[in-house]
């Protein structure tokens, strides 16, 4: 599978994502010659347990999120970030685990915007929204280097693109820049054969960022 590293847009001090930082990074992916492809979406679900005994609490997971990609339609992933666990399973768990009553979904959000080709890489830019509202809560990107699925040899092609891509939205002036935080793979017990189990776990490791600025920003507020 196509190695690929997934960042995220992290605001200046003092200022916040919108749509119209979107709308640059959209027309930026454009301007170095992009080749639109369509539409993408991801969702991640945060979950929270019922408790049928108080006493149960402190043995359950409280950061157990779920995920489905784009290119596993078929699978569902599981994350628990404290005890670094990534699961892939069939993605009719998500109707079993409703049917069990164990745990429900605390919180969901859409991660969707538009894929573009650029020779040999495959990028995603996106927004991430919770499920039934328009309310901007972040800006995502995936960059995707077909050519190789090893995470080390593609190290340097990846740093290389990342720059150019990070010089060209500097010229735009915008309040903030692109941020790729690379988890480390050994503890889940990734190898360096890159799969959709990587893709969950950068996307709950962007996820808890969100979640960390967003606090921050709200704390100045």
Excluded at 102 to 113: M, T, W
Excluded at 127 to 151: A, F, Q
Excluded at 191 to 218: E, F, N, R
Aim: contains cysteine; glycine residues 4%.
């Amino acid at each position: 599978m196509p190695l690929k590293w997934v960042l995220h847009w992290q605001p200046n001090a003092g200022t916040t994502v919108n749509t119209q930082i979107l709308n640059e990074v959209t027309q930026c992916v454009e301007s170095i010659n992009g080749v639109k492809e369509g539409r993408w979406k991801a969702t991640l679900t945060f979950y929270k347990p019922i408790l049928r005994d108080q006493s149960q609490a402190p043995e359950l997971p409280r950061d157990f999120l779920g995920i489905s990609l784009p290119e596993q339609p078929n699978k569902y992933y599981f994350i628990i970030r404290g005890q670094r666990i990534v699961l892939e399973a069939d993605s009719s768990i998500q109707t079993i685990m409703e049917k069990l009553q164990s745990y429900k979904s605390r919180v969901a959000l859409y991660f969707e915007g538009f894929q573009y080709q650029l020779g040999d890489f495959q990028l995603r830019v996106g927004k991430v929204t919770p499920t039934h509202s328009d309310n901007l809560r972040g800006i995502i990107m995936e960059v995707e280097y077909l050519p190789l699925s090893s995470m080390d040899k593609s190290r340097q092609v990846m740093e290389e693109f990342v720059d150019i891509w990070q010089e060209a939205i500097s010229k735009r002036s915008l309040p903030g820049h692109f941020m790729h935080m690379e988890p480390n793979f050994v503890e889940f017990g990734l190898s360096d054969h890159y799969s959709s189990q990587h893709t969950a776990v950068q996307y709950a490791t962007v996820m808890a960022q969100l979640i960390a600025t967003q606090s921050v920003q709200a704390a100045r507020n």
